[in-house]
């Protein structure tokens, strides 16, 4: 068991930029696969990106890609979401979630859906709005 810490949330206006961190503090998340959500108010939780801590492999959903880039320090035990270049849809409150094996194995070339995460974060609240 272990908490998933997620930071770097804020306001900004359309065009401007946030780096969220997800940090499990003394775990190692090095055959974890991490992924970030969102969820807007009154819409369903949406993936946004994920990344396999064992090769660093990376998935975006369409409407990020290009702008979203996730990263990892397997060291620090964190990952980060680069937001640039942000757009009034990516309001909401942001999720960072890690799951050891199905994730890994049975979504080889894909995010897998929320539901297969073991592990979430409190979540952090970005607002973009001119």
């Given at each position: 068991q272990f908490a998933l810490e997620?930071?770097?949330?804020?306001?900004?206006?359309?065009?401007?930029?946030?780096?969220?961190?997800?940090?499990?503090?003394?775990?190692?998340?090095?055959?974890?696969?991490?992924?970030?959500?969102?969820?807007?108010?009154?819409?369903?939780?949406?993936?946004?990106?994920?990344?396999?801590?064992h090769d660093g492999s990376t998935h975006y959903v369409d409407s990020v890609k290009g702008r979203f880039t996730i990263a990892r320090d397997n060291a620090a035990h964190t990952v980060y979401l680069q937001m640039n270049n942000l757009k009034t849809d990516d309001t909401g409150v942001y999720y960072c979630a890690a799951e050891a094996a199905k994730a890994r194995t049975q979504y080889p070339t894909m995010c897998a859906p929320g539901e297969v995460y073991d592990y979430w974060g409190q979540g952090t609240q970005v607002t973009v709005s001119s």
């Open positions: 997620e930071s770097g949330g804020g306001s900004v206006q359309p065009g401007g930029s946030l780096r969220l961190s997800c940090a499990a503090p003394g775990f190692s998340l090095d055959y974890y696969t991490v992924g970030w959500f969102r969820q807007a108010p009154g819409k369903e939780r949406e993936g946004v990106s994920c990344i396999k801590m």
